[in-house]
């Protein structure tokens, strides 16, 4: 009887196999006539191999190895566990982490995991020793990816997209632009481009040889997942409810056939190119089409160049004491004369009704761009001139390098901003035409209220100023280095900085900015003599 026992189990035990499963079909004559009840059974065992427990928090995250020989998973509870994924047997357990892990991702070699501790950690997954610490971020580490050459990528809430050497440890790249935390990011199969979305609902994709970038929008939720096909295209799914498919394609173009070096690249609004051929000749380039006209006529080295708000003409300014109008569409021109030495910058006004030329001479002359006629002469300032959005004042650097503000109809000096010295390069008015940003000798910022008489506000950029650009909403500014909030309390405005510890690991000119944000990162061979961009066209010029 006893012997009979272990079958007679085995036969009742077959009640609870699934109907449709071989095991069932070919022993049910087996299952004893005794059981008249049975319970209600599935048609086929489920999909479920095995139960891997040991965390003692939510489990966040979890990664096959390339092998498929090992699964990780980060927790709540700080740690990374590695389990053998045949007998389900955990074989590590990587500790070290201050709070909790996000994500983990399997190189060839390795393992990277991030945390909310702001670091990146790599292990070596046989031996489960820690291998690097990976610092820098300013908040918490959402997301992990390798490169198919092994490079390594961190996202983080700091809101931008981090570039590691997994060998040295050091930071190679910060890939910048998004406005809130960084979700997800993923490489493509080549490991030439690079996705990261963000809680600002957008997918920003880099190349990541040549940093050109695209910003792919249509999501109205978060971005919370990233996954490339083989042939390179892209998913991403939202908080929205749905997954959107992206052509990643990055059109590029070389205008070439050009005699001679070129210099002062720049887009019309309306996205034609204009830029200048071994000093005197300017070419016009619709990116579309190609080349549309060369401009002659200058005698001397061409300074400056500007297009008008609506694209329709194109200034000049050399140092032949002329400043001259083009328009773009029949390449017929004006000479504007009257300076007595070389003329170094123009700017237009808002309206385009106006242009101002900044000469050597000390004066600025403002010309009607309909007639060509001088409006009016402005003496002892020779550096640089910013119109306000409105198209009322004129703010100029004088020789004396303090800042004045001048009205533009009737030409009458309404006050002197006096304060350090002032850069020849630029100033700039917030679009509520109230504040006035001027850059210093010593690379600060200087901010006026020009609705009120008082000191200016000094804002401490930590390096060399090439761009101030402020919010169209007048938020934040913006400069090469870093960004400023500000909030207007009281009457009175403040400026705060959210990355004023933000470690400083690039150098001056190695990025290309457009509308305030980095979009190319150039290492220093790399850097070009001119370059202009706008919108997902970039101009690069090498000698």
């Not at 003692?56 to 998973?73: D, E, H, K, Y």
């Not at 961190?154 to 910048?176: H, Y």
């Not at 493509?188 to 920003?204: E, F, H, K, M, Q």
Request: proline fraction near 3%; charge should be negative; include cysteine.
């Amino acid at each position: 009887m006893a012997d009979d026992s272990p079958l007679q189990i085995y036969s009742s035990g077959l009640i609870f196999a699934p109907l449709k499963t071989i095991i069932r079909k070919q022993f049910e004559a087996d299952i004893p006539q005794w059981i008249d009840q049975v319970p209600l059974i599935e048609d086929t065992w489920g999909a479920e191999l095995q139960v891997l427990g040991g965390h003692s928090g939510r489990v966040t995250s979890v990664a096959f190895s390339p092998s498929g020989r090992l699964l990780a998973s980060g927790s709540y509870d700080r740690t990374v566990r590695l389990w053998d994924t045949t007998t389900g047997v955990l074989q590590q357990t990587l500790e070290g982490y201050s709070s909790h892990v996000i994500p983990v991702a399997f190189s060839p070699d390795g393992l990277a995991s991030g945390s909310n501790d702001y670091t990146v950690r790599l292990w070596d997954t046989t031996t489960g020793v820690l291998q690097q610490t990976l610092e820098g971020h300013l908040g918490g580490v959402y997301s992990v990816a390798f490169s198919s050459n092994g490079g390594l990528a961190s996202g983080s809430i700091d809101s931008t997209v981090r570039l590691w050497n997994t060998g040295t440890g050091v930071l190679q790249q910060t890939l910048e632009g998004h406005s809130n935390e960084v979700r997800s990011i993923a490489f493509s199969p080549n490991g030439r481009l690079l996705a990261a979305g963000s809680t600002n609902r957008v997918v920003r994709l880099w190349d990541t040889t040549t940093g050109l970038q695209q910003t792919l929008r249509g999501h109205s939720g978060f971005v919370t997942s990233l996954g490339f096909s083989s042939d390179c295209r892209l998913a991403s799914g939202s908080t929205d409810g749905t997954v959107r498919l992206w052509d990643t394609t990055i059109v590029q173009q070389a205008l070439e056939g050009h005699s001679g070096s070129i210099d002062r690249l720049i887009f019309s609004p309306d996205g034609r190119l204009a830029f200048g051929i071994d000093g005197r000749r300017i070419r016009l380039w619709t990116t579309a089409t190609g080349l549309q006209q060369t401009l002659t006529g200058h005698s001397d080295y061409v300074r400056s160049v500007a297009f008008s708000p609506s694209s329709r003409l194109l200034a000049s300014c050399s140092d032949d004491c002329t400043t001259r109008l083009w328009d773009t569409a029949t390449g017929l021109q004006q000479t504007l004369e009257g300076h007595s030495r070389g003329v170094k910058k123009v700017t237009f006004s808002p309206d385009g009704h106006l242009l101002a030329s900044c000469s050597v001479d000390c004066t600025i002359r403002l010309w009607d761009t309909a007639t060509g006629v001088l409006q009016q002469i402005i003496e002892g300032h020779s550096n640089s001139v910013a119109f306000s959005p409105n198209g009322r004042l004129l703010a100029s650097s004088a020789v004396g390098f303090e800042v004045q503000l001048w009205d533009i109809a009737t030409g009458v000096l309404q006050q002197t901003l006096s304060s350090e010295r002032v850069l020849y390069s630029r100033g700039l008015f917030s679009p509520d035409n109230r504040l006035l940003a001027w850059i210093s000798d010593n690379n600060n910022i200087l901010i006026w209220d020009i609705s009120m008489d008082a000191l200016p506000q000094i804002l401490s950029n930590g390096g060399p100023i090439h761009k101030l650009e402020f919010a169209t909403d007048c938020s934040s500014l913006r400069t090469d280095w870093r960004s400023f909030d500000i909030q207007l309390r009281d009457g009175n405005y403040t400026f705060t900085s959210p990355e004023r510890n933000l470690e400083r690991t690039l150098g001056v000119n190695q990025w290309i900015t457009l509308n305030g944000q980095n979009v190319l990162w150039l290492p220093p061979e790399a850097r070009p003599d001119c370059s202009a961009i706008k919108d997902k066209i970039l101009a690069l010029h090498y000698m």
